[in-house]
Every structure is written in structure tokens, then in C-alpha cells.
């Protein structure tokens, strides 16, 4: 195949699963690092496009993305607390937008607070829309463990937010 | 009955009221899930395409500035410590009020492929992969007989470069490792291979190292150029660029006792001049072990205790900023790091402690322990008297 149309293959490719995985991981990243999450999406994306030729031949090219951009979330702490001390010495504060509601803000603290493999899941699983099976294997475990840990997180929640 | 995401829908169960109610709480809770999922979806942007692409674009352009300014400051600090040390013994730093004197030697940061600036070295994409690759089975690795060293040294040599973190979207130059063996039984042969602890990022206080045994995947160093390794820089490819293969790993189990070399890159930090420098030990697995209960248990005094008796984290910050505890102490770098950690023995290291309080995050716990991850594997080379060092990279930058 000639390069040139090779790669016109492989940009379509990438803008098509940009389309399709984006929801879910804009979810996924809100879910785990707060107002971050579109930045963290973005980073995964740009590091998604940089290795596109490798990516792009992946059965799961949005799998792949999807366990960039939970490493992207695990490190987004470390940023985060810069942020704050730059802020901080700015004396500045940050635009205000419209974001969820305090129900959903609600939950997904409390969701943060749990052990990193359940929260993993359930942000994967509620936030991303993966099934159980794809849980698993976006996290490198057992399906069964996703179930499991689904079901103590449930549990956990439930107590920590009164349903 | 499966409901779409392949969870089980329990019917009802007789007579058993807790169980209801739990079913109860099971739905509402993901119910609730749902729909705080639902909420947070949301399609992507019409032009997200073409500003991944500018991004992409413009950070290439960067990265060669960037290049460009470190070569440039690379060379402006070699000028300035050979100035400084026309004996070309070392220099040594006034440390910080209580600490131990430490004499460091006046190499400067290793110049390699692979960037030592700690402030971007943690990028944990390089753990990621798809498909994820076959592990082979740990084994235990100690050779019979101790070595030299018995306590921790300033290294006379400098470290090789595969042994630092390939930061910055760069990575590492040099030749690649030998193959890692498929069959456990079959020793790694002479040569530097990667190691990283399984699915982490690094070491937590939490990990079992306090049983003496360290457990490390090993992979080898491959050409980016080949096409089968994870590399991080833009194509085309130098010729001596490497990642890390996609060949199966090996876990190793090492021992961490006198017949394992460690070599760890620390960091100090001259508060005068607000600048970081290098500072290389060498020490045994025995030594390394030690550091790490060391620092564990400094944690606990400094950061751990106060948390569990209820003092704020800003709280704990401002002490330690006042008086060193437990070994944290604050250098009085603020462009690099609020904290630093000085060992009674070891490398000094770099801690940033992130002891704040963020709207919207849980609350820092006693036994995070977070900054423990400091002290973070890197390599591993094998001599050729199958003698093994196991590198470390510690004093990550917050």
C-alpha cells in the first residue's frame, strides 16, 4: 500500500477511535483527578498519536488509551498539588465553569477515597461504560476480581454516602 | 438474568430480609452510579483532532528548544563546578541545621538519552502497553558470595545511562540489552536490563520489601527503530534510541542482602543557590533495606504520627520547616522541592511531602506513605561475575 494513502488510513483511524473512546475516557478522567480530566484525556490522546503507527494495530487501541490515561490520572496528584502551591503563590484564583452536580461531585469523592484496584473499577465500569470483561482487561486482572471489587465497592459506598 | 454490563440481576431470595435489603441498597447504589457515570460522559470536542495535532506539533518544536537549553545548561554547570574545583576532588555542601556532613563528588548529572530532570521522569506511560506481554515466573536471585561493599559509598563511577528514567518524552540512547531468557532456569546473561517492581510505579511503604526480598520485571533494552519496543520520542528514530521490549519479562525475586549491589542516584539541594545536585551511592541490599525501614519509620515520626494524632498536614509542613524531624528537613530549594529526607546513612533524597489539604481530594492518610515511592528501581545490570547491582532512581519532584 503506498505510504501516503497508508497514513490518510491511519489518521482516519485515529480520528475514529478519538470519536468513540473520547465519552468514556473524558468520564474516566473526570472521574479519578477532578477538573483535570479533559487535560489528562488530551495527554493521553497527543501520547496515543505520537505511537499511532503501533497503537493503530492493536485489537484494543482504546484499551490502550484507556490504561495511558489511568497512569496519566495515578501521577495527576503530584501536578495537582504544584498547582495548587503556584496558585497559591500567584495569589490568583482560577476561572470558575459550571460543573457537575453535587450529587455526582458527592459520589465520585467518595469514590476516590476508596482502595486504588475498586476504584479503578467502578470509574471504569460506571464513569467509562466498560463492561466487567473489558474492566478486567483494561486493569490487567481476572474478570471475577472486577466483580468482586465492584461488589465490596458498592457495599463501601453505600455506608459512606448513606443510600 | 445479566443485565448489559454483564453483572447478575439477583431474584428474589425468601425469607431472608438482610438480603433484601442489601439487594435494596445494591440497586439504589448503581443506580446512582449510573447516572453520576452518565453525567460525566460527554462527546468529544469537533476540533479535538486538529488541537491534538497543533499540540502535537508544538510540542516537537519545544522539545528541540528544550534540548537545545539543556545541552546549553548542561554545559554552563560543567563550567561552573570545574571552575569551582580546579582540584576535581568535590565540593562539599554546608547541610542543613542537624544533619549529617555529606561530601558529594563534583560529577555532574549524567549527559545520556535518557534526561535525569526529575520534575518530568516520573512519566508512567511507559508502564503501559497493549497487548500486555507475558511475565515468566520469579525466581529468587542471589549470588553465593558478599561483596566489597558493606555500607553506603559515594560511587566513584558514573552510573550508566540506561540506569536513569527516560523523561521528557525522550528516550534512552545506547546499545541494547541481551535478550532476557525465556526459561527462569537460564541466568541473565552480562549486561543492563530494565527493571521496574510489577504494576508500580515504584516502592511503597506498603510493598513487600520488608520480608528482604525485592521483586523486580525484568525486560530488555531493544532499538526503537526495530519497531517492537515502547519509545516515547518522535519517529524517525535516532539509531541508538531504546525502549523496552515487548518481549516476555522476567520477575525477580532479589534478596536484598550483602550479595546484591544497590546503586541508588539521589538528590541534594543547595538552598543557596536554589540548585539540585546529583548524589551517587553504592551500597549492598542489606544497606538498601535498612534505608528503606529507615525511611518508613521517619515517615511515621515526621508525617505518620502527627496525621494519626489529628495535626493538620499544613500543620506537620510548618514543623518540619522549622526543625528537621526525622530526617525531613526543608533545604530551602522552592523552585524544586519544599522537603528533603537525609538518612543517617545513604543518599539524601529528595521528599516532597505534599502536605497540603485539596478541595475535592480525600484526605492524606497516616500510611500513605506517598513519598516512600522516592526511592524507585530503574535497572539492573549483571556483571561478569553474574555479580548483580540493582539501580535506583530517588528523589522524585512534586
Known sequence: MPEATQRVLLEHRFEDVYRREYPSLVAVATALAGDDGEDLVHDAMIKALVNWKRVAVLERPGGWCHRVLINRCRSSWRRRVTHARFLARQRREEPSSPGPSADVIAFWTAVRQLPERPRLAVTLYYAGDHSTAEVARILDVPEGTVRSDLSRARSALVKELGV | ?398
Not at chain 2, 66 to 78: D, E, K, M, Q, S
Not at chain 2, 106 to 130: H, N
Not at chain 2, 236 to 243: F, Q, S
Not at chain 2, 351 to 371: S, Y
Request: aromatic letters at 6%; glycine letters at 10%; one cysteine or more.
Open chain 2, 1 to 398: 438474568m445479566t443485565n448489559r454490563h454483564g453483572t447478575e440481576d439477583h431474584g428474589p431470595v425468601d425469607g431472608d430480609r438482610d438480603r433484601d435489603r442489601d439487594r435494596d441498597e445494591d440497586s439504589k447504589i448503581d443506580s446512582i452510579a449510573r447516572a453520576a457515570g452518565a453525567a460525566l460522559r460527554q462527546p468529544a470536542p469537533a476540533d479535538g483532532v486538529d488541537r491534538l495535532q497543533s499540540a502535537h506539533r508544538r510540542r516537537q518544536t519545544v522539545r528541540a528548544a528544550a534540548a537545545g537549553a539543556v545541552v546549553a545548561a548542561v554545559a554552563i554547570a560543567l563550567f561552573v563546578v570545574v571552575g569551582r574545583n580546579s582540584d576535581g576532588h568535590g565540593v562539599v555542601v554546608t547541610p542543613p541545621p542537624g544533619s549529617v556532613d555529606v561530601t558529594l563528588t563534583s560529577d555532574a548529572p549524567p549527559i545520556s538519552g535518557a534526561p535525569t530532570d526529575s520534575t518530568v521522569a516520573s512519566d508512567p506511560t511507559t508502564t503501559t502497553s497493549e497487548p500486555t506481554p507475558t511475565t515468566v515466573a520469579a525466581e529468587t536471585t542471589t549470588s553465593s558470595q558478599p561483596i566489597a561493599e558493606l555500607t553506603w559509598a559515594a560511587a566513584t563511577e558514573s552510573f550508566p545511562a540506561l540506569s536513569y528514567i527516560a523523561c521528557c518524552g525522550t528516550d534512552w540512547e545506547g546499545e541494547p540489552s541481551p535478550p532476557v531468557p525465556a526459561d527462569p532456569a537460564v541466568a541473565l546473561a552480562e549486561g543492563i536490563y530494565n527493571a521496574q517492581t510489577p504494576r508500580s510505579d515504584g516502592i511503597r511503604s506498603d510493598d513487600d520489601v520488608d520480608d528482604g526480598v525485592l521483586t523486580l520485571e525484568i525486560r530488555s533494552y531493544g532499538r526503537c527503530s526495530d519497531g517492537v519496543v515502547r519509545c516515547s520520542g518522535d519517529e524517525p528514530y535516532p539509531a541508538n534510541a531504546l525502549g523496552t521490549t515487548d518481549e516476555p519479562s522476567r520477575l525477580i525475586d532479589v534478596v536484598l542482602d550483602d550479595t546484591v549491589r544497590v546503586a541508588v542516584t539521589g538528590f541534594g539541594c543547595n538552598g543557596a543557590a536554589d540548585q539540585l545536585f546529583d548524589v551517587r551511592e553504592v551500597g549492598t541490599g542489606s544497606d538498601l533495606l535498612a534505608l528503606y525501614q529507615q525511611l518508613g519509620d521517619a515517615y511515621e515520626i515526621a508525617v505518620g504520627g502527627p496525621l494519626r494524632n489529628g495535626v493538620a498536614p499544613e500543620q506537620i509542613a510548618s514543623d518540619i520547616t522549622a526543625n528537621m524531624t526525622g530526617g525531613f528537613f526543608d533545604p530551602g530549594c522552592p523552585t524544586w522541592t519544599s522537603f528533603a529526607w537525609d538518612p543517617v546513612a545513604g543518599p539524601s533524597i529528595l521528599a516532597p511531602l505534599n502536605l497540603f489539604t485539596v478541595d475535592g481530594q480525600p484526605p492524606l492518610q497516616p500510611n500513605d506513605g506517598i513519598e516512600l515511592e522516592s526511592i524507585y528501581p530503574t535497572a539492573v545490570s549483571v556483571d561478569g561475575a553474574g555479580v548483580m547491582t540493582v539501580y535506583f532512581y530517588a528523589g522524585f519532584l512534586s
